[in-house]
């Protein structure tokens, strides 16, 4: 599997997410945030547990899974973004890592959580068997990723792309693959739901401009900064402003929850 937007690879997906990591924190994060508190709900965390993030990033899921009592670790392999969840969830402990490759024993943690960044992941499945390693016998995962299809910008931005000649090969699951991916990973009581109203919010053209230079979307900085201007141009004129007065641009959410069985 591929990450958005055509990207060849993680590596180069983490290496933009890495680079323009304060305009993530500026720009996406604020409304992922919703996704981190709903995963760690669906997570039913419990005094004493031992928790992993996985892609964890500035470390938003991190962040909500942190009380006292919690021992919380975010792993990521951008050191961009690790940078600043070092320096906005201090109580936590953050490593650099694939995690494709956790460098933790089996069993080492009660729960695995994970906000939005399983879709990266170029064999979901491998990865959803490597989180399970490192889950206790009986340990949960909660986990969210863009969805469904229907529920994402891409009705609005696609023909957009296209008028500028850029192909976008974007892969999201499906409800049913992503529990498939879960289930051919050994996870147990697997199950998936869909929140088709999930948006991120950005304040206005200047937001805009910052999200369009953030994570994957940087891939976009490969155009001439002509191109890449009228490109953002009418991205911006296509997205629509919501009850809020906000900018929303859609971004579904399907959440899985499972357990090591
Ligand atoms: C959309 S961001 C989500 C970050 C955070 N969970 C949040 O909700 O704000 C996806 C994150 O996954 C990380 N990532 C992607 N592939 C990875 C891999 N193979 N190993 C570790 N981190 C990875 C990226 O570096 C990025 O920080």
Redesign the pocket.
Known sequence: MTGPAGSTG?RR??AG??DTADN?AAS??PS?RT??VAVVQRAQLKVGERIL??????G??ASAALTAGREVIG????PG?LAIARREVPGARFVE????ALPFPAGSFHVVI????LH??EDPTA?LAEWRRVATAGGRLSLSVPGPRAALSLKLYNPVYRRHGIRRRIEIPTARKLSTWARAAGWGQVRVTADPTTVIRLAGPDSFAIWMRS?SRSDNRSLSPERFAALENDLLAATPIGPDGLLHIPFGTLYLTARNL
Do not use: E, N, P, Q
């Open positions: 993680w997906v983490v997410f890495s993530y996406m994060a992922l996704m981190a993030d996985a892609g964890t990033g500035t938003i899921g792993v990521d392999a951008a973004m890592a694939d995690f494709a994970s906000v939005h960044a990266f992941a990865v994570g």
